[in-house]
């Protein structure tokens, strides 16, 4: 039985173990995010070259303020320098990138960044690069919600007119189709309040490597199983 090699059209990544990685080094945590970060480029590249079109990682969750003043700082560093370069790397790349999640938390420069980097890339056609910040499964859920209210109280929307369509349309990911694979590293087998709606049909695949030793052919793994799925969608 010969079948096509299918390569998921989107790919959504929960990026764990960083800190375990640092700490394996006896270093400190930072140093996992900072290798954890490189990584994430390293991914964009294999995927687009394996014919993947969309690629959302989760790099900070509405619950990893937690984390000490020391660690959130560090990764706030990591990405303004990730930011500095991102315009110019990006377009090189014809990769467009986007950034979900409630970006109002973040620092006015990172926010100012963000918005020049969507722009900027905006019309590039390449790999759709999406990167969630501040990001809560929830938490987008409760926006969505709350805009919805909105416009049903200004009349702009009847409440017959909320369908699951209508829901899709007023989350962070209104124009991005939803996962077909979502790949957690390190491990962990929960999701962590990651796209929570938007996960209802993906396939899910979980591995041991933490997040920086996560390469090509751990990606090509993950693909490898996508393909050994059968998606009924509720169907036979
Ligand atoms: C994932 O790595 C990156 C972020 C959540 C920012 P972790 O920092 O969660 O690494 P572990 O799970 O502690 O090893
Ligand atoms: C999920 O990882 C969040 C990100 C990868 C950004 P965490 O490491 O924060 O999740 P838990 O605490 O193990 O559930
Ligand atoms: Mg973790």
Known sequence: ?????????????????????????HMPRNFGHKAGADQIEVIC????????????????????WKRSVEE???????????????????????MRVR????????????????????????NNTGLQFNIAL???????????VRHIAEEVKNGELQIEDITEQCISDHL?????????LM?????????????????SYSEFYFCDTLWPDFDKEELKKA??????RDRRFGGV
């Open 1 to 25: 039985m010969s079948e096509e090699y299918k390569i998921p059209q989107h790919v959504a990544i929960i990026l764990d173990g960083n800190g375990r990685w640092a700490k394996k080094r």
């Open 45 to 64: 590249r294999e995927a687009w070259n394996m014919g993947i079109k969309y690629l959302t990682v989760y790099a900070f969750s509405t619950e990893n």
């Open 72 to 94: 959130v700082t560090g990764i706030m560093t990591i990405l303004r320098n990730f930011l500095e370069t991102a315009i110019e790397r990006s377009n090189r790349d014809n």
């Open 99 to 122: 950034v979900i999640g409630e970006r109002s938390r973040l620092d006015a420069d990172i926010i100012k960044a963000i918005n020049e980097l969507e722009e900027a890339t905006k």
């Open 134 to 144: 501040n990001y809560g499964g929830r938490d987008d859920i409760t926006r969505a």
């Open 172 to 180: 962070d990911t209104h124009d991005i189709p939803d996962p077909d």
């Open 183 to 199: 790949i957690r590293t390190s491990g962990e087998i929960r999701l962590s309040n990651f796209l929570t709606w938007q996960l």
């Open 223 to 228: 693909v490898d199983y996508y393909n050994g």
